[in-house]
């Protein structure tokens, strides 16, 4: 909310706010949800109790949503809906999506929950490990991935050996979705074709999160975890307008992340959940991916939708990338400033950044709000995209 998309940004002592004017909040009423239940200010009463698995944390997202729409905002249920996520985020917002929708179906529209969840926006999402993998040799080897020379052509050459093993382990993760298959999967690629990245992942070495900056602290490299957000959202005065009295809040919880790791959950593909949704409701989703994205890279995701069944995955994958620009806060094929490449139609889409890491929002928040503001107002596609 603060560091990215929301109304305002905290100033650099973390004391005050200032409005901030390329904000996704001029384009959509947006609502910020900590989850699963028990990170950042939403409460639990036992922590060990917390969702570790992404059916768990749909079934409480579901039943918060059902309070909100039919208790406190009624008039919120049958608006569109647009679920956005970042990163992990990516993940649960299809998950989610395709659970709440799955319910409704079978419920027959009389359940107590009726979202119309009209899009999916998934920032540098996570969705499948193996590919995001085999996608760091496009990104450190391959001259079509635009980055060629950033490792040696002995690293090159290993990575480019392992790669055959982990889209192997891949595939088997997809076909089963057995955990401690993808655990094993998640692993030998990290090994494989990993290793050579993640070993110059150090003080002065890689930023997994923005190949532009050196690495000051490993594992996150950067201040994703603090700077004066964190800093502002625990000022006693700060907890005390918002209900609360000293409560330690992150803005990631390390504790929950390892208890998704060690449940091995974590490692389990979304592949099936996106089908889903795109085969068996009208939900239009929507990929953006900074180029400089290290962990979540750009050709990975390139290689993960071109590869991800659905009833129109033939036309989707033949369908060249495209320069996109934009101007005025619209979307366009040919002037103003360049934002980097696309491809796609009017359900599956995916727009890459230039200049922008894993956190494209903060990066490039004028070709961000663009990019959103077009997507969910459908003005772009009916100028210059088909809809088949």
Not at 51 to 71: E, K, Q, V
Request: charged share 20%.
């Amino acid at each position: 909310m603060f560091k990215e998309i929301g109304p305002c940004y905290v100033n650099a002592d973390g004391n005050l706010t200032s409005r901030r004017e390329m904000s996704w909040t001029n384009r959509a009423n947006v609502l910020f949800i900590d989850q699963p239940i028990g990170i950042g200010f939403s409460a639990l009463a036992n922590r060990s109790a917390a969702a570790t698995n992404l059916h768990a944390g749909a079934r409480d997202l579901h039943a918060f949503l059902t309070t909100f729409t039919a208790s406190v905002f009624p008039e919120l249920a049958h608006r569109p809906w647009h679920f956005a996520g970042e990163s992990m985020g990516g993940h649960w917002t299809t998950g989610y999506a395709q659970y709440i929708l799955s319910r409704q179906q079978e419920e027959g529209g009389i359940g107590d929950l009726s979202l119309n969840i009209e899009t999916i926006i998934a920032v540098s999402a996570y969705i499948d490990s193996s590919r995001t993998d085999v996608g760091l040799y496009d990104f450190f080897c391959d001259e079509e991935g635009g980055q060629h020379s950033l490792m040696n052509e002995t690293a090159c050459a290993a990575m480019a050996a392992a790669v055959p093993e982990c889209e192997r382990l891949g595939a088997l993760c997809r076909d089963t979705y057995d955990r401690n298959v993808c655990a094993v999967a998640a692993r030998e690629c990290t090994a494989g074709v990993g290793k050579y990245f993640w070993d110059g992942v150090r003080p002065g070495g890689w930023d997994p999160y923005d190949s532009r900056n050196k690495c000051t602290e490993p594992p996150l490299c950067s201040d994703l975890n603090g700077g004066p957000a964190a800093v502002y959202l625990n000022q006693p005065w700060v907890q005390e307008r918002l209900g609360f009295s000293q409560w330690p809040f992150e803005l990631i919880d390390f504790d929950l992340n390892e208890r998704w790791t060690l449940e091995k959950h974590v490692f389990v593909p979304t592949t099936r959940e996106l089908t889903w949704l795109l085969d068996n409701t009208d939900v239009r989703v929507l990929f953006v991916n900074g180029n400089n994205d290290i962990i979540v890279n750009t050709p990975g995701q390139l290689r993960l939708l071109d590869e991800q069944p659905w009833k129109r995955q033939a036309w989707f994958r033949n369908q060249r990338l495209h320069e996109w620009y934009h101007s005025s806060g619209k979307l366009n094929e040919s002037f103003g400033t360049k934002g980097g490449k696309w491809k796609g139609n009017y359900r599956l889409s995916i727009f890459t950044v230039d200049e922008a890491g894993h956190m494209s929002p903060a990066d490039q928040p004028t070709a961000l709000e663009a990019v959103v503001g077009s997507w969910i107002s459908r003005d772009w596609y009916r100028s210059w995209l088909s809809s088949d």
